[in-house]
């Protein structure tokens, strides 16, 4: 079962999407700050990280930033979830190590595929 660590710290945006994982047969860690994020993602390496932007403490990109440069890390794929859709925003993540970018709110219909395209990219274990 692949593991994917959500990083959220609206509890409504976190419910639903663990939902969807969980109901996709994923196993779902969560983290509501950048900092918890860094620790679960050094603990649990898994196999995909969604990782909101906007965050308490250290934002999103800083942490995608911190967690993509540990070699220990690096392979895992970080995918921003965000509501900002700017394109300057997408650019940003993109440079601070995230592979991709999903926009809030989340289409339900379309989010297991894409995050199974994540998956199957990125499963290295």
């Known amino acids: 079962m692949s593991k994917i660590l959500v990083v959220e710290d609206n509890p409504v945006n976190?419910?639903?999407?663990?939902?969807l994982l969980e109901v996709n047969a994923y196993e779902v860690l969560e983290a509501t700050n950048g900092y918890a994020a860094i620790e679960i993602a050094s603990?649990?390496?898994p196999?995909?990280?969604l990782?909101?932007?906007q965050l308490p403490g250290i934002d999103g990109l800083e942490a995608a930033q911190i967690i993509s440069s540990?070699?220990?890390l690096e392979h895992?794929?970080?995918?921003?979830l965000t509501a900002f859709a700017m394109k300057t925003d997408e650019n940003n993540a993109k440079a601070s190590g995230c592979v991709g970018f999903i926009t809030k709110?989340?289409?339900?219909?379309e989010f297991?595929?894409?995050?199974?395209?994540?998956?199957?990219?990125g499963d290295r274990s």
């Open 51 to 53: 990782m909101d932007i």
């Open 14 to 19: 976190m419910e639903l999407v663990r939902d």
């Open 47 to 49: 196999n995909l990280i």
């Open 43 to 45: 603990r649990e390496k």
């Open 70 to 72: 540990d070699p220990e």
């Open 76 to 80: 895992i794929p970080i995918v921003a």
């Open 105 to 109: 709110p989340i289409d339900t219909r």
């Open 112 to 121: 297991p595929q894409i995050i199974k395209g994540y998956i199957s990219d």
